[in-house]
């Protein structure tokens, strides 16, 4: 069964590709899930822009792909407020015309969505039901594209939303708090919003494990992040302290650190609906963390 993974050079897509083709013992990850019944087809933007809805078309078609796991993204959260075109027509519109394809051939889309739909203000875990409200940019082109994806409605396809992605590969939060971990003897880091770190490799087993267990004529939604809870202070802190690096982390709050994008003040999400329908156990988001950084050769005991 032929298998396209859009984005395969960011952090979820490149860690499913490291999962195929580099680490055959992790699988296969679900008793349903063997390695040999899959072909997968690893694009960038730049091998198949998302966006040429006729070369994805034809992509699909002279590939026979039965499954796409859209990884891809316009994710540059703040440059979002200054560039809405380009990130609807990426987080968007290439969502909605991937779904009719799916829907007109029969292919499975598994789509990644984000926190970033809802506007932060909860006092408890977000479900799948909870009303969203996107603040910014960003969050509202990503909604867009789930509810184009719920309007036409494919078969067999789901969305992801999760949360405070990082990863060995890429730029995120972990590598940024490393490097300036080295570069700083001290910094501040905001402590008064909330979530949950989410290690893209964790998140792309999950989908690999899942993908044959798919059975749905009405579109689903899941949260997926790591389990526990903190605030990007107490991530920072953590990052210092399994690195043993020797920088003084302050709490900050969200008003001494502005940006042109709102961030939600509170994501964490319920990931009940998940683990229940397909038996998932989630790792600790410390646990993950700390073999991230094992992988990166900054883990220090």
């Excluded at 078609?61 to 075109?85: H, R």
């Excluded at 910094?187 to 798919?214: C, N, S, W």
Aim: hydrophobic share 35%; net charge neutral.
């Amino acid at each position: 069964m032929n298998v396209l993974i859009t984005g395969s050079n960011g952090q979820v897509g490149s860690e499913i590709k490291e999962l195929i083709q580099h680490c055959p013992q992790e699988m296969p990850l679900g008793a349903k899930f063997n390695i040999q019944n899959y072909n997968f087809y690893f694009t960038t933007s730049q091998e198949l822009d998302i966006t040429e809805h006729v070369k994805v078309k034809e992509f699909i078609k002279d590939n026979e792909i039965k499954i796409i796991i859209n990884c891809a993204a316009y994710t540059a959260v703040d440059k979002a407020e200054s560039d809405e075109l380009n990130a609807d027509a990426i987080n968007h519109l290439a969502v909605k015309y991937m779904a009719e394809i799916a829907k007109e051939k029969n292919i499975q889309l598994i789509h990644i969505s984000t926190d970033y739909v809802f506007n932060g203000e909860n006092y408890k875990p977000y479900t799948e039901d909870d009303t969203t409200n996107p603040n910014g940019v960003y969050g509202k082109t990503k909604l867009a594209g789930e509810v184009a994806m719920q309007a036409i409605n494919p078969k067999n396809s789901i969305i992801i939303r999760t949360s405070w992605v990082y990863s060995s590969y890429g730029a995120n939060f972990v590598k940024t708090m490393l490097r300036l971990g080295k570069e700083k003897e001290s910094l501040g880091v905001i402590f008064d919003q909330v979530g949950t770190p989410t290690y893209a490799r964790d998140l792309a087993k999950a989908i690999l494990e899942i993908i044959p267990k798919i059975q749905n004529s009405k579109l689903s939604i899941y949260n997926y992040s790591n389990e526990g809870v903190a605030s990007w202070y107490d991530f920072a802190k953590e990052i210092m302290k399994m690195a043993k690096l020797d920088c003084q982390v302050n709490p900050i709050e969200t008003k001494e650190y502005p940006t042109p994008a709102k961030r939600p003040h509170y994501s964490l999400l319920n990931k009940s609906k998940i683990k229940k329908e397909f038996n998932l156990t989630i790792p600790y988001w410390k646990d993950s963390l700390e073999e991230c950084l094992r992988k990166v050769g900054e883990l220090h005991e």
